[in-house]
């Protein structure tokens, strides 16, 4: 059976015009580097998937990923919206301290770039001898730019480099390498290629491609975010599921306007669960499953946009208050799986407290190198692996948006401040997430030693930038 025939018997076809370059075609290596596929959600909420508790969405092969491997219950995104929390995964560094620390935008299409220098995540792996794929949507530097991901570390990209481009699931064109390619029967304003079957398409090629090497690849799919979008087939796996509701278009997103929002937005996060588990499938027939880590995370919580406002009919954000734009924890606790079979011990969960900056350490030491020094992050190997290991003394986070708001977690407390850039010396609420996980008792009053020690930390952590300022503007 040749590759064509092969992937034909997984029910996707292959995608047309996929090239690799020569050099990183598949080729015979006696390496036991394991295989690593980081599959990073958009704005999927903690309580999104059934294996955390969803009721209404159907999850089967992520549910079955959780029953086979870890499930993290304190698991952080980098930041609360998409470029600030991508680069804190890439470089290791939270919020306080990275180059990226909001979405910038750049002008026709893109964000503002990480600078060329950067020891990215894709580097690291690249040097520890990884082929590195990067297949979804970047956000972290215009095409051409020095942040482009093809002057990051990645040998082969495919997608969208735009956060904005990567609004709409038909667009007229996604990127390949440094390449447009036009999406045929997407021209003006058409909807005929869902650009999501496309992501996972690619995702298939590039292991089968690289079967024979160790390879990385990182997986940014676009749902469920901004809009409301899918083909008719996973829209009517929930026709008539949910009570219709009236729905207004804000600005950020759109909708079809035929489809009840409800349906489209779970038939969205069954499709992405379907090719997941095309995934899993391929790993198998591959016999690379027992050599191959695979994590699932979500970049920030819940989106609001585009009208959609169903974080509370679905429970996306689980028993957390707020969503995507807040740090209160349901904008920026996200799920987490590892699985990695005959490593990983199946059915477990761990209530270590970990997020985005801890990947790169995790993965540079898997792959056998140095992290870069400074970096804040946490290798948490060790805890995939089932062992102990020192925690973090605190996590941090700054956002730009909004008036400006802080956070920090120390142990169980959680410390919020809003408003910075009006009021940088504003209140600080505080939250006792062991016994008020969903933050609705503030108990500064009660604590005001903690409330300091958090104060000191906010001062420490923020460095501050001349890209993002963040001090009264």
């Keep these: 059976m040749n590759r064509r025939e092969f992937v034909q018997t997984l029910g ?25 596929i980081y599959i990073l959600a958009d704005d999927l909420g903690y309580g999104d998937l059934g294996c955390y508790g969803q009721q209404k969405i159907k999850t089967p092969n992520l549910d079955q990923m959780a029953r ?18 991508r680069c804190s995964l890439m470089t290791g560094y939270h919020t306080g ?32 001898g990884y082929v590195t794929g990067c297949i979804g949507k970047w956000g972290l530097g215009s095409p051409g730019s020095e942040g482009d991901p093809l002057k990051q570390g990645f040998d082969f990209f495919y997608g969208y480099n735009c956060q904005r481009h990567a609004h709409s699931y038909y667009p007229e064109y996604l990127w390949r390498n ?76 759109g909708y079809d306007t035929q489809m009840n929002p409800r349906a489209t937005m779970a038939g969205m996060i ?59 924890e349901g904008g920026i606790r996200v799920p987490m799986i590892a699985r990695w079979p005959g490593t990983i011990k199946a059915g477990t969960v761990s209530d270590y407290v970990s997020a985005f900056w801890d990947v790169l350490p995790t993965l540079a030491e898997l792959g056998g190198i140095e992290a870069p020094a400074g970096i804040d992050g946490i290798s948490f190997l060790p805890t995939l692996m089932g062992k102990s290991q020192p925690g973090h003394p605190y996590l941090y986070w700054e956002f730009h948006e909004m008036g400006g ?53 906010m001062a420490e952590a923020h460095v501050e930038s001349s890209i993002f300022p963040f001090r009264k503007k």
């Design 12 to 36: 996707l076809g292959m995608v047309t015009g996929l090239t690799i370059n020569p050099s990183l075609q598949a080729q015979s290596t006696t390496s036991r580097l394991p295989n690593i």
């Design 68 to 85: 086979d491997g870890m499930r993290f219950t304190n698991h952080y995104a980098g930041s609360t919206v998409c470029a600030p929390s």
């Design 178 to 253: 440094d390449r447009k390619v036009s999406l045929k029967g997407n021209e003006n304003g058409q909807k005929n290629t869902y650009s999501h079957d496309l992501l996972a398409r690619e995702a298939l090629n590039f292991m089968l491609a690289n079967s024979n090497r160790p390879f990385f690849l990182y997986l940014p799919f676009t749902i469920p975010h901004a809009e409301i979008q899918v083909p008719e087939d996973s829209y009517r796996d929930y026709e008539g599921a949910f009570p219709e509701k009236p729905f207004i278009n804000k600005s950020g997103g």
């Design 97 to 128: 301290h990275t180059f990226i620390r909001g979405n910038k935008e750049i002008q026709p299409e893109g964000q503002y770039p990480i600078p060329g220098e950067t020891k990215t995540l894709a580097k690291l792996m690249k040097q520890a």
């Design 270 to 328: 069954t499709r992405m669960d379907r090719d997941i588990g095309k995934i899993f499938d391929l790993l198998k027939r591959l016999d690379l499953d027992e050599n191959t880590l695979v994590i699932f995370t979500s970049d920030n919580g819940p989106h609001k946009e585009g009208g959609i406002g169903e974080v509370d009919f679905f429970a996306s954000n689980g028993p957390f208050k707020g969503a995507k734009r807040d740090l209160y």
């Design 405 to 457: 708001r802080q956070a920090v977690r120390m142990d169980n407390w959680k410390g919020i401040r809003q408003d910075v850039f009006s009021k940088p010396e504003s209140p600080i609420e505080l939250y006792d997430l062991k016994d008020d996980p969903g933050e609705t008792e503030n108990v500064a009053a009660d604590h005001p030693q903690v409330v300091q020690k958090i104060d000191r930390i």
